[in-house]
C-alpha cells in the first residue's frame, strides 16, 4: 500500500522529527537541496542518491547522510561559473 | 534513528527546528508514528515518478500562491513537468532563493529529472509534478487538506515513486 | 505560532502574544525586524500623500463598504508587503 517516497533533507533536526519514510541529508544550505547553479552533476547527483534510497532503505524513518559539503559545492559551482563565463565571452 | 546530535557540525543550520518553534509555538510538525514502507513494486526504470515541492514554484500567470496570508496557503499548483524553466517563477517568502533565481533546479529540478527520464534511469515523468508553499500555522489542516488533495492527485495519476522535497 | 496558539491568544485577549506574533511574520522570524518593517510600511504609505495628489475615494468607499471584513484584513497584509516592496528594502527571501 502506498507510493513509495523519498525526501532530500538541508535540516536533519527538522526531518527527524517529521519522520518521512526515507530521507537523504545534505548539509547544504535551505532553498538549495540540489545544490549550486548550474551543477548539473551535484543536481543530478542528489537525485541518484534519493532513487538509490528508494531501493536500498529498509526502515521508515531512515535517514541517510550523503558525504557531501557546502563549502565544496560552492567551489565546484565557482568553477563552474568560471568556465561558463569564459566559454561564453 | 540517530539522534540529530550525532552531527551537529554538518547541518548549516543546526537546533533549526528548536529555533522555529520557539518562535512560532506549535508550527513545528513531530510525528510519533512512523508511516510503513511503501516497497518499490518495479526497477525504477519503469516507474512513473512524480516531484512534489513546497518551493512555491508555479507556472507563469497561474494564480501566485499567497505568501501575505498569515495562515498560510493551502492550495497547490500543477507544473507540468515538460515546462521550460523559462516558464516558471517562485512565489514564497519563507526561503533564500538567490540560487534558484539563477539557477532553478537547485531547488526544482526539473532539467535533471528530465534528463533522468531521456537517459531511461526512470521509466517517465508524470505529466505534472505538484508544488506548494512551506509557510503554514496550521500543519494539521494542511494534513487534512493539501497534503490529502496532493496525495489523492498522485493516486489518480498512477505514479509510481514521489520524490518529496521541502525548501 | 500555530493557529491554536493564536486563536488561544485571541481568546484571552493576550495582545502581547499577537503583536509579537505579526511582528514575527513580518520580520520572517525576527521580532524587531517586524517591528520596524511595519513602520516602513507606515512611512510608505504617506510620503505620497504629502503632496495632496488626486486619489480614487470612490474606489477606496466602495471598497471599505462593499467588500467583506475578511478580505479587508487580507488585503491589509497584502497592502503592507506591496509598500515595503515599493520602500526598495526587501527583507524577506523570496519575491512577493
Redesign the interface.
Known sequence: MGIPSVSPSVARDVTEHAKPPRAVFLPFMMGHHFGVPFHKQLQRRVLMEMLAELESATESGSIRDLDLSWAQARREGKEIEARLASAGG | ????DS?PS?????????V?ND?????????E????????KKP?SECRVAFLST??VQPKGSLRFD?????GDFTFRRVPSESPVEDL????????????E??L???F?IE??R??RDEG??GALNKSFYTFIGYN?????VERTLARDV?EA??EDQ????????? | MSLPYLKKAVAEDDRETLIRYVRLHLGDGDDAAGSKEIDKAWVEALKPLLELPETDRGFIESTLAERDHATLCHLFFYLHLYLVRHSGEWIHDGPF
Open positions: 534513528m540517530a539522534p540529530s552531527s554538518k547541518q548549516l543550520r543546526p537546533g533549526l527546528w528548536q522555529v518562535r512560532y509555538p506549535g508550527s513545528m510538525i513531530t510525528k508514528d512512523l508511516v510503513p514502507l511503501a516497497a518499490l525504477l518551493s512555491g505568501t501575505a496570508h498569515p495562515v517563477e517562485i512565489h514564497q517568502l519563507k526561503y533564500p532563493t538567490f540560487g534558484a539563477r539557477d533546479n537547485v531547488i529540478p535533471r529529472l534528463e533522468l534511469v526512470i500555522m496550521d500543519p494539521e489542516r496525495a498522485l493516486v505514479v509510481d515513486i514521489a520524490l518529496a522535497a521541502p525548501a
